[in-house]
């Protein structure tokens, strides 16, 4: 495949999405398509003649003709191009295509500069990375790094904004417990990615950041060996309230339409940041359990047990760990080892203490409850808890999905974490379930 060139190695996927020179989508879609032609017709001398003069080496017509003739030779004839990526910045503007072959797709990247000269062409394995779902339309927004600051931690993200809304209303989206990042990636599979542009494809802004663990693990190792106190809102809920308080100072965001999208752990904390954020107008719960997160654990540690019986050990003593946890007089000094990953006593505490059921039953904020009857650590009792507590509250709209597991990935077999590497996307009736709530609240 093409190399490189060294000079662009920082120049893909993420960059501040500041538009200085007057290339608008079209024009470097209608580039690109042309340059993918020129591939198909086999003119190779002519994509050479559009390659800035410092590149010339790297893609030379021979460079060009030698890959062209491996793809087509494995992968069949063309068939089809798609945009599934774009990018602005000062110095450049990025456009990827997902390259339908006769067997196999595959991602083809150019960069122009603002000279519209080739600066970056590679062609890359679609199933080595992200590729947007068809519901996806690249077109219709952008992205620009913003990074909330929250005394000493600061969490990056990436806000999408789409194109032609002077004020959008603005999703937030509340990632999962554990190491769990802003795309809540499995690998290529980013599902918070799929949402996030799904949504922006349709008018909607989207915000997705970095957890404070995921950037700050050595200072709060610090702090867990000082026994220091830490719960969800050390976590998680101190920092979004930040975004929150800075996210609606934005120009292009409407202040009065902020709404939170938590999964797992982040849709369990929902009810409460409805509760206490005047300026949330609804949440979004995907995947969330109803049952104290021990409960829930201990179900799945008993399922796993039962699909992967060779570590069923480790569950067993994970499951006596998560029982210790929920003690009643629990001391927050407890060695970290006997509890549940060994997250300090605290955190466990403060879970205990959490009703985030009863909380959610008397809220009078716009609720959508998305359920996965695949999902294994959310399992189906939770939706039904769930059913039952919000019955009576016209604010919530609950739907579940018979094939989708946790991360709201389709399957027909019994889910495993293993399935999560698998490749996938959201499927686009989950994202129009989503913006068609959105629409009506």
């Known amino acids: 495949m093409i190399k490189k060139a060294l000079l662009l190695i920082l120049l893909v996927w993420f960059s501040v999405q500041t538009k200085t020179f007057a290339t608008s989508f ?49 992968y069949g004839k063309y068939m089809s191009a798609k945009p599934v990526h774009y990018d602005v910045s000062p110095y450049y503007t990025f456009i990827a295509f997902k390259i339908n072959f006769e067997y196999l797709p595959y991602i083809f990247n150019v960069s122009f500069n603002e000279k519209g000269e080739i600066i970056y062409i590679s062609f890359m394995a679609a199933h080595k990375m992200y590729v947007a779902p068809d519901y996806c339309d690249v077109s219709k927004f952008l ?4 990074t909330i600051t929250n005394g000493i931690y600061e969490m990056p993200g990436i806000l999408s904004t789409p194109n032609d809304v002077a004020k959008a209303p603005l999703i937030i989206i509340l990632v ?34 970095e957890k404070r663990s995921n950037n700050f ?36 965001v409407d202040p009065t339409k902020i709404y ?21 107008a609804g949440i979004i719960m995907m995947g969330a359990n109803a049952k104290k997160t021990q409960e829930m654990m201990i179900d799945q540690y008993a399922y796993l047990s039962t699909v992967t019986p060779n570590k069923k050990a480790e569950y067993d003593q994970q499951t006596i760990n998560a029982k210790r946890s929920m003690d009643k007089k629990l001391n927050p000094l407890t060695e970290h080892s006997k509890m549940p990953y060994e997250v300090q006593a605290t955190y466990w505490i403060w879970l205990n203490n959490y009703k985030h059921v009863e909380i959610a039953k ?9 359920h996965g009857d695949r999902d294994y650590q959310t399992n189906t009792e939770n939706y039904e808890i769930w059913q039952k507590a919000l019955s009576k509250n016209k604010n919530a709209t609950l739907i579940h999905y018979p094939k989708l597991n946790h991360l709201f990935y389709s399957g027909d077999v019994q889910s495993t974490y293993s399935e999560y590497y698998l490749k996938s996307n959201i499927p686009d009736y989950v994202v129009t379930d989503i913006i068609n709530w959105l629409s009506t609240h």
Do not use: C
């Not at 032609?37 to 800035?52: D, G, H, R, S, Y």
């Not at 417990?177 to 922006?200: C, F, M």
């Open 260 to 280: 939170l999208l938590g999964h797992g752990q982040g849709g369990m904390l929902a009810p409460l940041v409805a509760k206490e954020r005047d300026d949330i």
């Open 143 to 146: 992205e620009r790094k913003i």
């Open 26 to 74: 079209k024009e470097t879609e209608a580039k690109g398509n042309e340059i993918i032609q020129l591939f198909v017709a086999k003119k190779f001398f002519l994509i050479e003649a559009k390659v800035n003069s410092v590149y010339k080496e790297s893609y030379s017509r021979f460079i060009l003709e030698k890959d062209w003739e491996e793809l087509i030779g494995t």
């Open 176 to 209: 999962e417990a554990g190491p769990t990042d802003k795309d809540g990636a499995y690998e290529e599979n980013k599902p918070y990615k799929d949402i996030a542009w799904g949504l922006s494809s349709n008018g909607f802004a989207v915000f997705r950041y």
């Open 217 to 252: 693990g050595i200072y709060m190792a610090k702090d867990k060996g000082a026994y220091e106190k830490f719960t969800p809102r050390e976590d998680l809920l101190d920092d979004l309230y930040r975004a929150i308080d800075s996210l609606k100072t934005l120009t292009d």
């Open 362 to 370: 008397k809220l009078s904020k716009p609720i959508l409850l998305l």
